[in-house]
């Protein structure tokens, strides 16, 4: 069975090339037709001789997923991926003054059921491959005419629950003669699947950690978060105390802010204590309403009052900037949308 190009790390591809009685440079040579090149016809890869590309040929293909719609507006491009099984994911783009960013997914579906996430109302179907995540910044970047320079893996889906072909897609898009995305310019967001932070923090690359916390107690955490029944804030903490031991990386605390849910001062002072003294820094993000009405956002001054709240109590915290509020941009809801036709 062809595998997908996309999917092969370069040592991955070193060693199909010496099984084959090859030179492992080969492999330089196919990523730079790939992703420097964007040559995808293995035919044209013209200092390949040519039973090398009927080799490759034979055992692999260089298939794209398709772009089934798309939504924008003038800081935010969000794009429904159909994949090769008819599954549908997304991925949004941003526009920043210090280049762009896309926010990619791992899964389909997910299966943490985070009650005030679009994604988490359609269960997981299964892990996306190394080269579906590729594929999401390779057919955006040709749609686009642009060059991404950071990626958040944010999408869809729990990257954890999806490690080795995370794992996979970071080392493809970190590669020097890949998409050569800098370690950090890629951040992995996760709902808290402890053993594989601490995997994790074993990683050579030195990639940024975003936790999505969202609560300051257990009993509002598992209301809103399932996967708290399992890992509690307090086994959370530590494992995120030895991520900052073992790597030296600050960690990005996320935290979703819904109105009369989570965003008290008694929130916000909590949240304080539980992360005194930590090298992390608080992202406070403005829901951004799906259609079911479950939730809220909370106001400017309620968010302005929980910020002002963490920064006197010594906890560096910032505010995320809106992108996408009116083009279904929620992690799911293109893709829920679609899954109603």
């Known amino acids: 069975m062809q595998r997908n190009l996309f999917d092969l790390t370069k040592e991955e591809l070193e060693a199909y090339f ?22 995808f016809n293995i035919a044209n ?15 692999f293909n260089t298939n794209l997923i398709k772009i089934e719609r798309k939504q ?54 299964r892990n996306l491959e190394a080269y579906e995540i590729v594929e999401q910044i390779l ?13 958040v893996i944010m999408g869809i889906g729990e990257p954890l629950d999806n490690y080795d072909n995370i794992i996979r897609f970071i080392k493809i898009i970190n590669d020097a003669k890949g998409l ?27 990639i940024n950690l975003a936790i999505s916390l969202h609560a300051s107690n257990d009993k509002l955490r598992s209301e809103l978060m399932p996967v708290n029944k399992v890992y509690n804030i307090e086994a959370l903490i530590t494992a995120i105390k030895d991520y900052l031991k073992v790597t030296s990386r600050r960690v990005t605390i996320e935290y979703v802010m ?10 916000a002072l909590e949240l304080a204590q539980l992360l005194k ?5 608080v992202n406070l993000i403005p829901y951004n309403e799906t259609n079911s009405g479950d939730f809220k956002r909370s106001s ?17 915290c910032t505010i995320r900037r809106e992108f996408g509020s009116n083009i279904d941009a929620a992690c799911g809801q293109l893709r829920g949308s679609m899954n109603k036709i």
């Not at 009685?21 to 080969?26: A, D, L």
């Not at 819904?258 to 929130?267: G, Q, T, W």
């Not at 003294?277 to 820094?281: F, H, I, K, P, S």
Request: net charge positive; glycine share 6%.
């Open 180 to 206: 050569q995305i800098g370690a950090r310019h890629i951040t992995l967001s996760t709902s808290g699947l402890i053993p594989k932070i601490y995997e994790l923090s074993t990683f050579p690359l030195q």
């Open 258 to 267: 819904l109105d009369n849910v989570n965003d008290s001062l008694n929130n």
């Open 300 to 316: 400017k001054n309620k968010i302005m009052a929980f910020y002002d709240t963490l920064k006197k109590a010594g906890i560096n």
């Open 45 to 59: 890869f013209s200092n390949i001789k040519k039973e090398i590309q009927n080799k490759l040929q034979e055992d």
């Open 139 to 151: 057919v955006i970047e040709k749609d686009l005419n642009i060059r991404l320079s950071s990626v």
């Open 277 to 281: 003294g930590m090298n992390v820094y």
């Open 18 to 39: 010496l099984s084959i009685g090859e030179k492992k440079f080969k492999a330089e040579q196919v990523y730079d037709w790939l992703y420097q090149k964007r040559e």
């Open 72 to 125: 924008e507006d003038e800081l935010t491009k969000k794009y429904l991926f159909r994949l090769f099984d008819d599954n549908f994911i997304e991925a949004v783009v941003m526009f920043h003054d210090y280049g762009n960013s896309i926010c990619v997914s791992s899964q389909v579906g997910c299966n943490m059921g985070c009650k005030f996430c679009a994604s988490g109302k359609l269960k997981k179907v």
